[in-house]
């Protein structure tokens, strides 16, 4: 029985997806010449169109379903609404749920939401009744009554009910106060004997109750954000993008983190808290320069650190070693990934064996969390460059160089994609340490998939971080057109090389032998003579 499917969702979700890309994506313009691939939308859209498991509820939208599937269930069980909104609420707002149950035993689901026969009010003579809460005798029409007929004063309903709703959720199943009665408490009764405040209240937890008790819905963890997620349980990946922009798994509402999975995180998650305090250090945003000592600061997004004259050494900030070593340009290897295990070779006691392994365990965890540490910040700024890219430059760039702001795409295309690896890349390190040592052959063919990731990742980053600076200072239109080629080049290969990526750890390197690393090289031209820009500049040294 498909029962938790609910019957709106196919034609919702068709309907979501055309209406909705303007806000998704509102400078959506025709007239974009140089990308009309439809594959070829800002990583967001594309992850969206790609899985479409899952839609964004806006705060209307949740209202309006609400509202649509209580308005469903009161025509089909010809009951009010009041009554269908207890039952929803009962089944977990799954209509079909409510059909099966309502016709299949009746009476069962009444008794259990509290649905009684309507019963008329006793009473001793006809024009008052005594409140059983405070036993002072009303006029008939001052007293108010659940189906069941239990007569209260409305002051005594009032308090009744505002302790329930200040109490929480719980006021949802509200039942008449007789101890021995189960005759809900509607709607009705709580929009004419509470404060407004009070009303307020209830309403915010009856929306809640729609989001938090379906199986299927979960709330945006984004400070700040109304919006919440409508996920096809059991189809493909956890990841959901919010509206706000904000990405999490929606199976643990931790921050997106495909390709690794979610005990992977938690492990990971709970391991830093373990050693934040030895960590700490490692965020620290300034190092000597490996060369000439001077303290260097980290004050931009990309690896690739230059010291200041007279010095100008440049160097990765990871692992302090020679940039130039770090691309093709040597034929060598990008190894700034890779961690090697200190050679344990010698005769060593029992106590100086067992510092050592302590020493190499903590140098290698020390690896991984500054990788993963780094490029969560490293992501952080390119998200505040995304958004100042947006909101400021893009409009200097469009005048300085005469081009529409819509064939400035590119711009945003190559930070959003640098946003989106940063966050895998990231991940990838958490996989990286709880992948097993002995596992030599997937260790490698791991680090040639990430190392070649990050390169590419890294050239992405400088061109977009530091070249685009000189075309928002002086330089021809013409240079301009070489750098749009280049740039969306970059972008286009750095992405296809984060999918095969994901998609190798996704499958837990499944590949490794029947695809050596060496079939995996790289095939694009943009690779090659992109390494490395002639002006980098990452740094500001500080005496
Ligand atoms: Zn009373
Ligand atoms: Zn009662
Ligand atoms: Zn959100
Ligand atoms: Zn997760
Ligand atoms: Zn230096
Ligand atoms: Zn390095």
Known sequence: MGSEDDMHDCNDLEEFYSSSDNDVENDSDNDYVYDNDSDDASPKLVSIRQQKNYIVLKEEDIRRRQEDDIVRISAVLSIP??????????????????????????????????????????????????????????????????????????TCWAAYISTSINDGPGCLTLRCPDPSCNAAVSQDMINTLVSSEDREKYYRYLRRSYIEDNRKTKWCPAPGCD???????????????????????????????????????????????????????????????????????????????????????????????????????????????????????????????????????????THYYERWATNQSSRQKAVADL???????????????????????FVVEAWSQIVECRRVLKWTYAYGFYLPEDELAKRQFFEYLQGEAEANLERLHQCAEKELQNYLGDGTSEDFNSFRTKLAGLTSVTRNYFE??????????????????????????????????KSGKNSSSKI
């Not at 958004?387 to 795409?409: C, D």
């Not at 750890?505 to 820009?533: C, H, I, R």
């Open 227 to 365: 919006c919440a997620i409508e996920f096809d349980v059991g189809s493909g990946s956890h990841d959901v993008s919010c509206l706000c922009s904000y990405s999490f798994c929606w199976n643990c509402t931790e921050e997106a983190h495909r390709p690794v999975d979610c005990e992977t995180v938690s492990k990971w998650i709970l391991k830093n808290t373990a050693e934040s305090e030895n960590m700490n250090w490692i965020l620290a945003n300034s190092k000597p320069c490996p060369k000439c000592k001077r303290p260097i600061e980290k004050n931009q997004g990309c690896m690739h650190m230059t010291c200041t004259p007279p010095c100008k050494f440049e160097f990765c900030w990871l692992c302090l070693g020679v940039w130039a070593e770090h691309g093709e340009r040597t034929g060598g290897f990008y190894a700034c990934n890779r961690y090697e295990a200190a050679k344990q070779e010698g005769a060593y006691d029992e106590s100086e064996k067992r510092r050592e392994m302590a020493k190499n365990s903590l140098e290698r965890y």
């Open 387 to 409: 958004h100042q890219m947006q909101t400021v430059h893009l409009e200097k760039l469009s005048e300085k160089h005469k081009v529409p702001e819509s064939q400035l795409k």
């Open 81 to 154: 609404r009041v009554a269908a909104c207890m039952l929803l609420r009962q089944y977990k707002w799954s209509v079909n749920n409510v059909h099966e149950a309502w016709f299949s035993d009746e009476d069962g689901v009444r008794k259990a939401v509290g649905l009684v026969e309507e019963q008329a009010v006793k009473s001793q003579n006809d024009r008052e009744l005594i409140c059983e809460i405070c036993f002072e005798p009303y006029p008939v029409d001052k007293i108010n009554s659940a189906a069941c007929g239990h007569p209260y004063c409305g």
């Open 500 to 533: 095969n990526l994901v998609r190798a750890l996704e499958n837990g390197l499944s590949d490794v032998n029947s695809t050596g690393a060496s079939s995996m090289k790289p095939s694009s031209k943009f690779v090659a003579g992109s390494s490395n820009a």
